[in-house]
């Protein structure tokens, strides 16, 4: 069993930042593939971003390519997502997801791929 906690979530005005943070339970952190999904009102969740184990290669939603920035510090069993130049958008509860039996370098992009989620984190951009 993996516990995800995320945070950092909060109300900005468009085009500022914030910047999210995953703390995972689990002695193995480093052999994840861990992931960021969203949903807004009355839509589906969507993928958002992806970091996988071993590598650490990225992969966004071309919605957020060249705003948002994840990263993870194995020492600290963390994942964030730096959000930049935020646009109404983006409005939504942000979702940390880990996946355990991951494969080294591979992009898991779909909320199926995942076995544990976070309660999640409210993100409001005004405009």
């Known amino acids: 069993q993996v516990q995800l906690v995320e945070s950092g979530g909060g109300l900005v005005q468009a085009g500022n930042s914030l910047r999210l943070s995953c703390v995972a339970s689990?002695?193995?952190?480093?052999?994840?593939?861990m992931g960021w999904f969203r949903q807004a009102p009355g839509k589906e969740r969507e993928f958002v971003a992806t970091?996988?184990?071993?590598?650490?290669?990225?992969y966004y939603a071309d919605s957020v390519k060249g705003r948002f920035t994840i990263s993870r510090d194995n020492a600290k069993n963390t994942v964030n997502l730096q959000m930049n130049s935020l646009k109404p958008e983006d409005t939504a509860v942000y979702y940390c997801?880990?996946?355990?039996?991951?494969?080294?370098?591979?992009?898991?992009?779909?909320?199926?791929?995942?076995?544990?989620w976070g309660q999640g984190t409210q993100v409001t951009v005004s405009s």
């Open positions: 970091i996988s184990c071993s590598t650490g290669n990225t």
């Open positions: 997801a880990s996946r355990i039996a991951a494969y080294s370098g591979t992009y898991y992009t779909r909320s199926s791929h995942y076995d544990y």
């Open positions: 689990g002695r193995t952190f480093s052999s994840y593939a």
